[in-house]
T-cell receptor, first 116, second 113 residues
Framework: RKEVEQDPGPFNVPEGATVAFNCTYS??????FFWYRQDCRKEPKLLMS???SGNEDGRFTAQLNRASQYISLLIRDSKLSDSATYLC?????????????????FGKGTKLSVKP | DAGVIQSPRHEVTEMGQEVTLRCKPI?????LFWYRQTMMRGLELLIY????????DSGMPEDRFSAKMPNASFSTLKIQPSEPRDSAVYFCASSLRGDSPLHFGNGTRLTVT
């Protein structure tokens, strides 16, 4: 099983639609989770951190399910400007390493295209 | 505050040449990461430093790749000799600590012919 897996998409949705992405991770010791957004030929930028209790930022909602080892991102009322690739990031603790810091591993990303 | 600064933005070189990529992290950040991105493999973590010390370099493809962080404000990634399959975008990122959100530089687009 890959460390961090995402559906590559593409997701093609009309403006105003609600779209959800999932991301599964393999390391049960992981403690930090993020969603990043990457526009074509640009660097990834932090969209939001994912907290255990779930969190919301405007039209974006992130959820964490530790039991099933996945995180999700929900985008409501999608806009043309939401078109991008969405990357989930999980910190993977190297085996035998006792600290909480680890390697921040990216999924391959899910491409979203919002059409008029 | 300036973000993560990488240089050069673009590098075109011939197979066999040495390539050096440079990164200046955000001041005060004590973790620095080097990633490589290709269409096929996505973003791959190459190496990660904490307080200038390499923590995990298991992602470095082979001995042709080396990375250094001589001080808190500078890191280099060197490829010697370069090969066409090294062509990719190389990103440097820094964070306050190893599990904090990453801040990326603009990347270096490397083409090896």
């Amino acid at each position: 099983r890959k460390e961090v897996e995402q559906d590559p998409g593409p997701f093609n949705v009309p403006e105003g639609a609600t779209v959800a992405f999932n991301c599964t991770y393999s390391n049960s010791a992981s403690q930090s989770f993020f969603w990043y957004r990457q526009d074509c030929r640009k660097e990834p930028k932090l969209l939001m951190s994912v907290y255990s209790s779930g969190n919301e930022d405007g039209r974006f909602t992130a959820q964490l399910n530790r039991a099933s080892q996945y995180i999700s991102l929900l985008i409501r009322d999608s806009k043309l400007s939401d078109s991008a690739t969405y990357l989930c990031v999980v910190n993977i603790i190297p085996s035998g390493y006792g600290g909480s810091q680890g390697n921040l591993i990216f999924g391959k990303g899910t491409k979203l295209s919002v059409k008029p | 505050d300036a973000g993560v600064i990488q240089s050069p933005r673009h590098e075109v070189t011939e197979m066999g040449q040495e390539v050096t990529l440079r990164c200046k992290p955000i001041s005060g950040h004590n973790s620095l990461f080097w990633y490589r991105q290709t269409m096929m493999r996505g973003l791959e973590l190459l190496i990660y430093f904490n307080n200038n010390v390499p923590i995990d370099d298991s992602g470095m493809p082979e001995d042709r790749f080396s990375a250094k962080m001589p001080n808190a404000s500078f890191s280099t990634l060197k490829i010697q000799p370069s090969e066409p399959r090294d062509s990719a975008v190389y990103f440097c990122a820094s964070s306050l600590r190893g599990d904090s959100p990453l801040h990326f530089g603009n990347g270096t687009r490397l083409t090896v012919t």
